[in-house]
């Protein structure tokens, strides 16, 4: 379970890393420049230990394009824009929409089956976002709303949204055309933070880039690059073979808990009541949500534990 909590504060320091970074660039260049990097890292491997894997058959590639767009674009671009005005933890908490967003993408574009749990798990969870909806930043109050949203939160909702329809697309890509992961995703990077970029160069200021102090620009992205793309990525490749990704899924709620404590220790921000409202809700969602799948995930970890060192029992 140590690992667990490890994998969870990598995604947590991701937000807390991102929003130093974004005080010295603008929210696009900084989403382009740190997939292009991720991509290259992770083609260049991929090139140097299965070369033929690199090869993709023409059929395919609008599904690539697809997961480049949503699965990096898409939500990378909207999730920093939106973290550029609201607090690191409020970004991270909207973003935890995405297992209610996967569920009802699974069972309009999967034919997934829901049970009637399900459905209210979901109702609970998202009902649970509006205690913390009602805070908003300095920087939030001076922004267009649409309803009682703001657009930076509108914004990182589409990013939740994105990414959960990319994530699916990302299994078909490994699961249905076989592709080895690496590959879909140093490609769906290279692709997506190109379309980052020239979002970049259409709305941000060139001059000659838009990066205000560079070595903690490039500090802030390599950091991203090798604790998101690389520790995470991989830390997680290797827990899904010790629990189901139900499991995980569901312990990925302390992500925006965690991301609270590194927001009030290292950027300042305030803690608000309505966040730990908003948690208790949303918590009892997620399990009402995840309570069957939950068991068979802990029965899963009890027996390949039991497997591996037979005494333990």
Known sequence: MALIVILYSLFASVFTIAKIGLDYTQPFFFVGTRMLVAGLLM????????????????KHWWRLLALAFFNIYLTNAMEFWGLKYLTSFKTCFIYSLSPFMAALFSYLVLDERMTARKWIGVAIGVTGFAPILMHMSDAETSMVYVGFLSLPEIAVMIAAAASSYGWILMRQLVKEDGYHPLVANGYSMLIGGAFSLVHSGLVETWNPVPISSYVPFFECTLLLVIISNILAYNLYGFLLKRFTATFLSFSGFMTPLITAFFGWTVLGEVITAGFFVSAVIVFVGLLVFYQEELRSGVRLAKTKSVLADPDAS
């Open 43 to 58: 083609i260049g491997y991929m090139a140097m230990t299965a070369p033929g894997s690199l090869h993709v058959l023409r």
